[in-house]
């Protein structure tokens, strides 16, 4: 079977959008999955957000510009699923966004997909206290090693603020692990 390409999905939806959107599924939905995943922590969670990613991108394929990339595109739709259910779950807990770290944190200390090294969790718990935009900002960039450029394409942020996010994120990272 050969390799889907992005250029292949280009060339499909303008001819046979079922068949792109199935390629799109196969090309990004592992990829979509887990950076949805480090955000919301929960298997059912990013479940959630990325059967909704893929109905946004579905109902708005037609209006894709081909001016970025198909996976920016896409990253965006996915980050932006992820932290509206994260401001869901605020709702529906009656807390803050910045008191879902600490339901976030339980339930990364409870999941198989964190049973690692201690380490391991104790960084995931460090990127669980950071704000959510800069959360995703550092997920983005050090686990999905996006460029400054495709994440500004992504959440519309200016490279220079990207740059600063993500300075304030691993300084507050390499504090909590100081500290813990």
């Known amino acids: 079977m050969s390799q889907i390409t992005e250029d292949d999905i280009r060339a499909a939806i303008a001819t046979d959008s079922e068949k792109a959107f ?11 999955y887990w950076h949805i995943r480090r955000l ?7 479940d959630d957000a990325l059967q909704n990613t893929f109905l946004n991108a579905w109902k708005n394929l037609g209006s ?4 970025s990339s198909l996976l920016t595109w896409l990253w965006s739709i996915a980050t932006n699923e992820a932290l509206n259910l994260l401001r869901k779950r605020a709702r529906e807990n009656s807390v ?12 990364a200390e409870g999941s198989s997909w ?22 995703a900002v550092f997920n983005m960039k050090y686990f999905d090693e996006m460029t400054y450029e495709d994440m500004s394409a992504v959440t519309g942020t200016s490279v220079g603020a ?19």
């Open 40 to 46: 919301v922590i929960t298997h059912d969670d990013a």
């Open 114 to 135: 964190f049973d690692g090294d201690a380490a391991t969790v104790k960084l995931q718990n460090a990127i669980l206290k950071l704000p959510d935009k800069q959360r």
């Open 22 to 32: 199935r390629m799109i599924i196969e090309l990004y939905g592992r990829k979509l």
């Open 64 to 67: 894709f510009r081909s001016e």
């Open 96 to 107: 803050s966004l910045d008191d879902v770290e600490g339901i976030l944190s339980s339930s």
């Open 162 to 180: 990207l740059k600063a996010s993500y300075h304030h994120a691993v300084k507050k990272i390499e504090q909590f692990l100081e500290e813990n």
